[in-house]
């Protein structure tokens, strides 16, 4: 791949599952997507799972996935679903 299509913007959807929810886990995504210079947000779903969508770099987007396995102290992933998704050009990284 060549270094400028590499540096065309990407976006991707996660959601993961198990003990994620309570623990800092969206305070942390975000730290770890802002240290990134990522975009996007990380929000507890009804059902348990947090999502987090991530828009910017695709070098920093597989760095904020491979994050996301082990996640912040005290969380448990059990799985992560992604999906590639449309860039919208987001800014900033909310947590809701």
Do not use: C, Y
């Amino acid at each position: 791949m060549s270094d400028s299509a590499q540096s065309e913007p990407a976006a991707a959807r996660f959601l993961l599952s198990g003990r994620v929810q309570g623990v800092g886990f969206r305070a942390a995504t975000r730290r770890e997507a802002q240290r990134l210079a990522l975009s996007g947000h990380a929000i507890n779903l009804p059902d348990g799972r947090v999502e987090v969508v991530a828009e910017g770099e695709p070098r920093a987007i597989t760095e904020l996935a491979a994050w996301l396995q082990q996640g912040p102290p005290f969380s448990q992933v059990n799985s992560i679903d992604r999906d590639e998704i449309e860039v919208k050009g987001r800014s900033g990284f909310g947590v809701g």
